[in-house]
């Protein structure tokens, strides 16, 4: 059974997941008004993977006898100056969650509940690939600056990227 203040941070953990994921809906929606159909199919790979985050934590909350709690979605961003600007302000955010899920670690050391603390290590781990998948993006298109060529074959590489399930919803 989960205490009430673990519980109530993986509520809120939920929530953040089905915020990032509306956020990267709305730079999809973004970069196709761009022209940059392959940069929006990452960012749609992206909405679908913080649905997977979400569900994990949805999933896990009631496996362990807790109540879930589905709160309002804030707004998102939905214009930015450049595809340089959306992939900054995807780092930005993937190191909020970042802070995010460590403060969730955090809760859970300090109530004791090991649980909690293994099941958020995949998400420990799953934070590093984002942040370097993001920064890498990044370096390429600073990289690329103005070039139209560079661009539209970095929107080819973006575009080649396949959605694939978070392992720990296999089977489920």
Not at 98 to 112: D, G, K, R
Request: aromatic share 10%; glycine share 4%.
């Amino acid at each position: 059974m989960l205490n009430k203040k673990v519980e109530d941070a993986l509520n809120a953990q939920i929530n953040a997941e089905m915020w990032s994921a509306y956020l990267y809906l709305s730079m999809a929606a973004h970069m196709h008004d761009a022209g940059q159909s392959g940069m929006a199919k990452w960012f749609e790979v992206q909405f679908k993977e913080e649905q997977d985050h979400a569900m994990i934590f949805f999933n896990y909350v009631i496996s362990r006898g807790g109540k879930v709690e589905l709160k309002a979605i804030d707004e998102v961003p939905t214009k930015w100056d450049s595809a340089l600007a959306v992939f900054e302000n995807t780092l930005e955010h993937e190191r909020k969650v970042t802070s995010l899920i460590n403060n969730l670690y955090a809760v859970a050391t300090a109530e004791c509940d090991f649980a909690t603390q293994s099941m958020l290590k995949w998400f420990i781990d799953e934070q590093v690939e984002e942040e370097e998948n993001a920064r890498t993006i990044i370096d390429n298109l600073k990289m690329i600056k103005d070039n139209g060529y560079g661009l539209y074959m970095l929107d080819k590489e973006l575009g080649a990227r396949v959605y694939t399930q978070a392992s720990p919803l296999a089977g489920k």
